[in-house]
């Protein structure tokens, strides 16, 4: 016959638990060895490529230096959005020879590294505009090559064509109301990343 008491009782589930606790840990102990994930290979993701997240964070488990010694994961997080304007000179589209602002031209280089450095696609809209000089129809055209100026350059730079969308002009139809409609604001293109 057994005689238990609530303190016995208590000791025998609290030892089981401890028990189930050591097991376990020395298995997610094992688990944990390897530091960071890789891509195994592909178009997309080179051999060796780390894995991320879609905020540009890598994937990597809780020992920082695994037995790979490998360095920390450090890559650039792409930013949330980026909306920037390229203004021309006037009845001009070339790409850079022509742009007003050049250090905007310099943020874009920048974004377009981030972009490189991270498995994160970002799709780009870009649209020409024109100041108010001149018909409809020739606006039209000129805002489509500043726009086209613009994507050509991205290409150019490596960004990926198919993260591009087609050019677009909005020519003369939309002027900014807090200046001129002759001043070289109007003569841009407006460059922005969209959720697809």
Not at 60 to 86: F, K, W
Not at 119 to 147: C, F, W
Request: aromatic share 10%.
């Amino acid at each position: 016959m057994f005689i238990t008491t609530k303190p016995l009782r208590t000791a025998a589930i609290a030892c089981t638990a401890a028990a189930a606790l050591l097991m376990g840990g020395t298995a997610v102990a094992d688990e944990m060895q390897e530091s960071y994930w890789y891509a195994a290979g592909s178009k997309n993701f080179p051999d060796g490529q780390l894995w991320a997240t879609s905020y540009g964070e890598c994937w990597q488990s809780a020992y920082p230096s695994g037995p790979t010694n490998l360095p920390p994961c450090e890559r650039d997080i792409v930013p949330a959005e980026i909306t920037v304007q390229l203004l021309f000179e006037f009845d001009k589209y070339q790409v850079p020879e022509t742009v007003v602002n050049r250090e905007v031209l310099a943020e874009i280089d920048d974004y377009i590294a981030r972009v490189q450095s991270t498995p994160v696609e970002e799709y780009v809209t870009i649209v020409g505009h024109t100041d108010a000089k001149g018909s409809d129809a020739y606006n039209m055209a000129l805002g489509m090559r500043r726009a086209d100026a613009v994507r050509d350059y991205f290409i150019a730079q490596g960004y990926p064509e198919r993260l591009l969308a087609p050019a677009e002009s909005l020519g003369k139809r939309d002027l900014l109301p807090q200046y001129s409609p002759f001043s070289v604001q109007q003569r841009r293109v407006v460059i922005t990343k969209v959720d697809q």
